[in-house]
T-cell receptor, first 115, second 111 residues
Framework: DAGVIQSPRHEVTEMGQEVTLRCKPISGHDYLFWYRQTMMRGLELLIYFNNNVPIDDSGMPEDRFSAKMPNASFSTLKIQPSEPRDSAVYFC?????????????FGEGSRLTVL | AQSVTQLDSQVPVFEEAPVELRCNYSSSVSVYLFWYVQYPNQGLQLLLKYLSGSTLVKGINGFEAEFNKSQTSFHLRKPSVHISDTAEYFCAVSASYIPTFGRGTSLIVHP
C-alpha cells in the first residue's frame, strides 16, 4: 500500500509569495495531521482533522496559515503571504482511530525555503 | 495534559557500543508510548510501541525499550549500534489518539 504522499518535496520561494503544500493520506485513515519541524522548535503540531473536519488548529502560527481537507484523500496547507521565518520542513501524517492508539504514519515532508 | 522530556539532545557513541536514549513522560491517565526514528531527509517512522502487557518492548533494527511506570520512563536501548543507526529519535506519548512528541535525540554513531 502507498504511504502518506506529500508534494512538493522541495519548494523555494520568495517572501510574499503564496505557498501550497499538498498531502494524500493513507486510504481509510480518518485522522490527518500537519506538523512543522525546525531546529529551533522541533516538531510542532499545526492542525489536525478528523473525518475531514478541522478539530484543533491552535498550533497554526498566525492567520497567514490555513489548511483544508475537502475530501478524505486530500489536504492542503497554505501560507499566504510567506515569510523567511516560515522556512521549515512540513510533515503530513495520518492515522486510523479504530486501529491506532496514537501511532502516526508520516509522509516524507515538504522542505520549504522562503528567501 | 501530557508531556514528554527527552533528556539528551545529542548522544555520540562509537560503532558497536551500547546506547541508551532517555525519555520521561508525565500524564494523569494511562498512556501509550512510542519511539519514532527519522533518518536524514525522511519522515518519521515507528520504531516500537508500548500499549500494554510486557514492559519490555522489542522493535525494528535491534532496538528495545522498557516501560517503567513508577519512574514514568520509556528509555530506548540497543546493545550494539551501527553506523546506519545515526538518526534523530523521537519519544511520543498518547493518552488518546493524539500523540505528544519530545524534542528528539540525535544519535551520532562514530566509526
Amino acid at each position: 500500500d502507498a504511504g502518506v504522499i506529500q508534494s512538493p518535496r522541495h519548494e523555494v520561494t520568495e517572501m510574499g509569495q503564496e505557498v501550497t503544500l499538498r498531502c494524500k493520506p493513507i486510504s481509510g485513515h480518518d485522522y490527518l495531521f500537519w506538523y512543522r519541524q525546525t531546529m529551533m522548535r522541533g516538531l510542532e503540531l499545526l492542525i489536525y482533522f478528523n473525518n475531514n473536519v478541522p478539530i484543533d488548529d491552535s498550533g497554526m502560527p498566525e492567520d497567514r496559515f490555513s489548511a483544508k481537507m475537502p475530501n478524505a484523500s486530500f489536504s492542503t496547507l497554505k501560507i499566504q503571504p510567506s515569510e523567511p521565518r516560515d522556512s521549515a520542513v512540513y510533515f503530513c501524517a495520518s492515522s486510523l482511530k479504530g486501529f491506532s492508539t496514537g501511532e502516526l504514519f508520516f509522509g516524507e515532508g515538504s522542505r520549504l525555503t522562503v528567501l | 495534559a501530557q508531556s514528554v522530556t527527552q533528556l539528551d539532545s545529542q548522544v555520540p557513541v562509537f560503532e558497536e557500543a551500547p546506547v541508551e536514549l532517555r525519555c520521561n513522560y508525565s500524564s494523569s491517565v494511562s498512556v501509550y508510548l512510542f519511539w519514532y526514528v527519522q533518518y536524514p531527509n525522511q519522515g518519521l517512522q515507528l520504531l516500537l510501541k508500548y500499549l500494554s502487557g510486557s514492559t519490555l518492548v522489542k522493535g525494528i533494527n535491534g532496538f528495545e525499550a522498557e516501560f517503567n511506570k513508577s519512574q514514568t520512563s520509556f528509555h530506548l536501548r540497543k546493545p550494539s549500534v551501527h553506523i546506519s543507526d545515526t538518526a534523530e529519535y523521537f519519544c511520543a506519548v498518547s493518552a488518546s489518539y493524539i500523540p505528544t512528541f519530545g524534542r528528539g535525540t540525535s544519535l551520532i554513531v562514530h566509526p
